[in-house]
Every structure is written in structure tokens, then in C-alpha cells.
């Protein structure tokens, strides 16, 4: 994990820094003796929906997706975690069964970390709960803007205000092509882009469709790249027809 600018009074937890980044280097060391380094291979479950909450979870490298399983079985993407994230924590915080499955999109290096040990490390470390507690408030404002984006766009839209999104995260972690082209980090199949955007596969194709002949994406098998990224959030900021 590399390091990130730091304001004034120590590290910030900004929105593409992470929760690892946002911690100082005796912060960062003492997570790292309190847990053990583990690599999964691409589609391991991370953690469990459902499983007791005993352990927390830094990436370190990798993709991975938080999935929630209806009463019908159909698992629904709920977000992507990438490097510096952490992740299945807010189970063991509020001392409950985990609320959904993590699974790694790709290869996936982290840092487990014991419940007991975290909650140790939070007590020793008192301003680490305040990145914690940021993490939790922005995630809520993800989820919020994502219902918004349900009830006021639709199709070809729907997906580009989600890929907007995932650009400007992808940007954060690798830099832009020479001509400001964006490739997506999360590797999500046009099933799971369907699944997060409430949608059907058949209608990610179309709208996919649409934005390749817009000249805004280009993709291939579980890759897309924003060719416009200005472009494509003047697509997905225009009024539905």
C-alpha cells in the first residue's frame, strides 16, 4: 500500500485514500502485528453472509464485492471494495451476524485481523474510530445516491451514472491512459453490473450498447474502459428521455 498526501493534524481518510491509507506508520504497524497476511483466489468468499462477526478485514490489494442474498436467493451487488479498504467490519463493531458476502473479484491480498485485537487496537488508537465512524458515513452517502440514481434514471443512464462512478474510484488507484482514458479496476460481468443497477443483464448489453456507439466505453470480456470520462458524467447528469 502506498503512501497518501496527509493534512495538517495527520493522515485523512479521504473518499479514494482508503481506511489503510488514512492511517499514520505506528497506526499501521500495529494493525499489521495484531493481524496475519492471506491471499484468495478470484471468487472466494471473503466473508460470509450470516457468520458470526469475528474478524475484520484490510485489502491490501484486489477487488472484491459485498453481495447481500434476498429471500428469493438472488444475490444482489451492493458495493466493490478495493486496495487500502476495510471491510466486515460493521458486524463485528455492532456485535451481530454479518449482514452480507464479501467475495474477491480477482486476486485479493488482506490483512486479517482478529475481532478482539481490533476493537484493542480502536481502544489504544483512539483516533482511528473516527476514520472508522467516517468510513460508515460515507458508505451511507454511497447508498443514497445510489437509490437516487434508481428512481431518476433509467437504462443507458442507470449504468453510466454507475460506471461514472467506478471510474473516479479506478482513478484513484491507477492513473488515466495519456489520453484520459479510465480503465474500470473492479472486474464485474454485465450479470453483476445488472444485479448492483437493479437491472437485467439483457439491459446492461443494451446500455452498453448505447455507450459504445457514443463513443464513451469500449469493452471486452469482464473489462470496461471510459474512453470520455467528461463525456460519459455529461451522459449520466443529462435527463432521461
Same mark, same amino acid.
Request: glycine share 10%; aromatic share 4%; hydrophobic share 40%.
Given at each position: 500500500?502506498? +503512501?497518501?498526501?496527509?493534512?495538517?493534524?495527520?493522515?485523512?481518510?479521504? @473518499?479514494?485514500?482508503?481506511?489503510?491509507?488514512?492511517?499514520?506508520?505506528?497506526?499501521?504497524?500495529?494493525?499489521?502485528?495484531?493481524?496475519? *497476511?492471506?491471499?484468495?483466489?478470484?471468487?472466494?468468499?471473503?466473508?460470509?453472509?450470516?457468520?458470526?462477526?469475528?474478524?475484520?478485514?484490510?485489502?491490501?490489494?484486489?477487488?472484491?464485492?459485498?453481495?447481500?442474498?434476498?429471500?428469493?436467493?438472488?444475490?444482489?451487488?451492493? *458495493?466493490?471494495?478495493?486496495?487500502?479498504?476495510?471491510?466486515?467490519?460493521?458486524?463485528?463493531?455492532?456485535?451481530?451476524?454479518?449482514?452480507?458476502?464479501? !467475495?474477491?473479484?480477482?486476486?485479493?491480498?488482506?490483512?486479517?485481523?482478529?475481532?478482539?485485537?481490533?476493537? *484493542?487496537?480502536?481502544?489504544?488508537? @483512539?483516533?482511528?474510530?473516527?476514520?472508522?465512524?467516517?468510513?460508515?458515513?460515507?458508505?451511507?452517502?454511497?447508498?443514497?445516491?445510489?437509490?437516487?440514481?434508481?428512481?431518476?434514471? !433509467?437504462?443507458?443512464?442507470?449504468?453510466?451514472?454507475?460506471?461514472?462512478?467506478?471510474?473516479?474510484?479506478?482513478?484513484?488507484?491507477?492513473?488515466?491512459?495519456?489520453?484520459?482514458?479510465? =480503465?474500470?479496476?473492479? @472486474?464485474?460481468? !454485465? +450479470?453483476?453490473?445488472?444485479?448492483?443497477?437493479?437491472?437485467?443483464?439483457?439491459?446492461?448489453?443494451?446500455?452498453?450498447?448505447?455507450?459504445?456507439?457514443?463513443?464513451?466505453?469500449?469493452?471486452?470480456?469482464?473489462?470496461?474502459?471510459?474512453?470520455? @470520462?467528461?463525456?460519459?458524467?455529461?451522459? =449520466?447528469?443529462?435527463?432521461?428521455?
Amino acid at each position: 500500500m502506498t +503512501e497518501r498526501t496527509r493534512t495538517r493534524g495527520g493522515p485523512a481518510a479521504g @473518499p479514494g485514500g482508503g481506511f489503510w491509507a488514512a492511517l499514520d506508520g505506528p497506526e499501521r504497524a500495529a494493525l499489521r502485528s495484531a493481524g496475519r *497476511a492471506r491471499s484468495y483466489q478470484p471468487r472466494t468468499p471473503l466473508c460470509y453472509q450470516g457468520d458470526d462477526s469475528d474478524h475484520i478485514i484490510v485489502i491490501e490489494s484486489g477487488w472484491a464485492k459485498v453481495a447481500c442474498a434476498g429471500e428469493d436467493g438472488r444475490a444482489v451487488v451492493l *458495493a466493490v471494495r478495493g486496495p487500502g479498504d476495510l471491510v466486515c467490519e460493521s458486524a463485528v463493531l455492532g456485535g451481530r451476524e454479518r449482514s452480507a458476502t464479501v !467475495q474477491a473479484l480477482d486476486h485479493v491480498r488482506a490483512l486479517i485481523v482478529p475481532a478482539a485485537r481490533f476493537t *484493542a487496537f480502536l481502544d489504544a488508537h @483512539p483516533r482511528v474510530w473516527r476514520l472508522v465512524s467516517g468510513t460508515f458515513v460515507r458508505r451511507l452517502d454511497d447508498a443514497d445516491r445510489r437509490l437516487r440514481a434508481h428512481v431518476s434514471a !433509467q437504462g443507458a443512464r442507470r449504468l453510466a451514472i454507475l460506471l461514472a462512478g467506478l471510474a473516479e474510484l479506478s482513478a484513484r488507484h491507477a492513473p488515466p491512459a495519456a489520453g484520459g482514458a479510465i =480503465a474500470i479496476g473492479p @472486474p464485474l460481468s !454485465q +450479470e453483476e453490473l445488472g444485479s448492483w443497477m437493479d437491472a437485467s443483464r439483457e439491459t446492461v448489453a443494451r446500455a452498453l450498447s448505447t455507450l459504445r456507439r457514443e463513443g464513451l466505453v469500449s469493452t471486452g470480456w469482464r473489462r470496461i474502459t471510459v474512453e470520455d @470520462p467528461p463525456g460519459l458524467r455529461a451522459f =449520466a447528469d443529462s435527463p432521461d428521455e
